[in-house]
């Protein structure tokens, strides 16, 4: 097969902004849809916070949550109706991150991302001891309420 304009098969016209678009992203509303979703599975759980992780691009929580495809490390929070705290482990991937991840707030996480994922907990008025907040990781689809946070 040769590179060509001709050996490539055409792209349904529906599929053009994605691949014309500087990175493919999901739909606002498909964002939308998915944190009506998590706000739907607290409410059930009776929690209060998301924490979510993921590692060495298998992250699927982060991305699907945020847009970020987790390239070494990414720990974030989410809570209802407040921007997710995210916080990546190299500052060089911080500035990407960023321009990915456009609705969070996209920060390094310093030494340790959990003690930065912590503050932002308590910022959000999480206590510890209080088991309100709820994790999930690149291996989990389902929120775990009780942990202490």
Known sequence: ??????AWPSLPTRLK?????????????????RRAEMEAALAAADCDHLVFYGAN????????????????EAIGVFTPRERDALFVQWINHAPLAKRLA???EVAWGGESSIRAVIKALERRGAREN??????TSSTSTAPMCGCDA
Request: charged share 20%.
């Open 57 to 72: 691009r298998a992250g699927s929580a982060v991305q699907w949550l945020t847009q970020w495809p987790v390239t070494v």
């Open 102 to 104: 456009a609705e969070a």
């Open 17 to 33: 902004p994605i691949l014309e678009a500087e990175y493919p992203r999901f739909t606002a509303a498909e964002m939308t849809r």
């Open 1 to 6: 097969m040769t590179r060509g304009a001709a």
């Open 130 to 135: 209080s088991p309100r907040a709820s994790a």
